[in-house]
């Protein structure tokens, strides 16, 4: 179980928006340079529009990251809390980590808080 919380753990959840602010930065100079003719300031400026939609995007996937990383810290702490090793169900256990659990004809899905889907074959 824990090493399955520490592959949750391991992924990069963050792209930067700092990259997203740089290529903006970068293509608004273009397009000042390049005001007086015509196509290619519409190219542009429609490269800027789809960075600033991307960047809004981005900033409310890192956001919605941050939270999976502070559900994730808190399963951890919560697992370090405990000093037995689990030989039977905990209801507890089962209600802070899992989500939903879906019964197909070959597997099981295992949706934890954090959005994560562990499969579990038959």
Do not use: W
Request: proline share 0%; net charge negative.
């Amino acid at each position: 179980m824990e090493a399955n919380i520490k592959e949750v753990l391991d992924q990069k959840y963050d792209e930067t928006v700092e990259q997203v602010d740089n290529q903006l930065h970068e293509l608004q100079k273009l397009l000042y340079h390049s005001a007086n003719e015509k196509e290619e300031y519409e190219r542009l400026a429609e490269q800027i529009y789809d960075l600033r939609e991307k960047k809004q995007e981005l900033l409310f996937a890192n956001a919605t990251n941050a939270e999976k990383r502070r559900r994730l810290s808190d399963i951890k702490a919560f697992l370090k809390a405990q000093h037995i090793e689990l030989e039977e169900y905990d209801d507890s256990l089962v209600n802070r980590l899992i989500e939903e659990v879906r019964v197909k004809e070959e597997s099981l899905e295992v949706k934890l808080k954090t959005g994560q889907i562990k499969v579990v074959e038959k």
